[in-house]
């Protein structure tokens, strides 16, 4: 079973790597967590910032170390779910007044979502782990940047499609297949992320690596507006 100060542990190492500055300061576990030599690496794959980019690197280390990883990238791609289904929950995990049983109850309620997917109580832990030091509210945001590592460790090339309105599982398919086929993909295998703006009015903004497309009715205005500014 992981233990709250090995990943306490595996949070200062990382932080120590410049991962996000100085953030190794909020935890004060002191006990060091041993790597045994047959544990594959268990250094992040890439660099994820900001202080829920250093506490999702640091259970990133920590869930290597005991062959977790896996298990608890399907425990927080559930929690992950539960922040798109509940706009409130982000608002309750940041709230000051919460109290130590305020915050067990929010843990218990986690974990009923996560289910029999947590490997070592990894995922457990870790949440007491930001309780102790008030950062639950990081949560969200922890899921997200485990995804990337996640997807960098498999070799998975993030393919994010914004529009206007919920995309139906077809239309993200088909999508996914012209992305791949294109030199965009690189030949890599393409993870799929769906999001929701309003404010591109209609079309699509598709983003994969470090390039985009945007294909929005909202950019096809502000390149209108700008000729008839230049052209006026």
């Known amino acids: 079973m992981l233990s709250r100060q090995a990943i306490g ?29 047959s544990i594959p690496d ?15 690197s640091a259970l990133y280390t920590a869930a290597a170390k005991t062959l977790a990883l896996d298990s ?18 982000p608002v309750i995990l940041t709230a000051p007044t919460l109290s ?3 915050k067990s109850q929010i843990i218990q309620e986690l974990q009923r979502h996560t289910g029999g997917q947590d490997k070592g109580d990894v995922v457990k832990n870790f949440l007491k782990t930001l309780a102790d030091n008030n950062r639950l509210g990081l949560l969200e945001g922890i899921c997200e ?8 460790a498999r070799g998975e090339v993030d ?18 297949t012209a992305v791949a086929k294109s030199e965009y993909s690189q030949g890599k295998k ?43």
């Open 100 to 102: 130590p049983g305020d």
């Open 9 to 37: 542990a595996a949070f200062r190492t990382t932080a120590s790597r410049g991962v996000a500055g100085r953030a190794g300061a909020v935890l004060p576990f002191a006990r060091s967590y041993a790597t045994p030599a």
């Open 145 to 152: 940047k485990f995804a990337i590592l996640m997807g960098a």
């Open 159 to 176: 393919l994010t499609v914004t529009s206007a309105a919920n995309l139906d599982d077809k239309t993200l398919k088909r999508l996914e």
């Open 42 to 56: 268990s250094k992040p794959p890439v660099a994820v910032f900001g202080l829920d980019g250093t506490y999702a």
């Open 190 to 232: 393409l993870k799929v992320i769906p999001k929701v703006n309003p404010d591109i009015k209609g079309g699509l903004v598709v983003e994969i690596g470090d390039r985009t497309i945007d294909l929005s009715v909202s950019s096809k205005i502000a390149k209108m507006n700008k000729l008839l500014t230049d052209t006026l």
């Open 72 to 89: 608890t990238s399907r425990s927080l791609a559930t929690l992950s779910d539960v922040f798109k289904k509940d706009p409130k929950l």
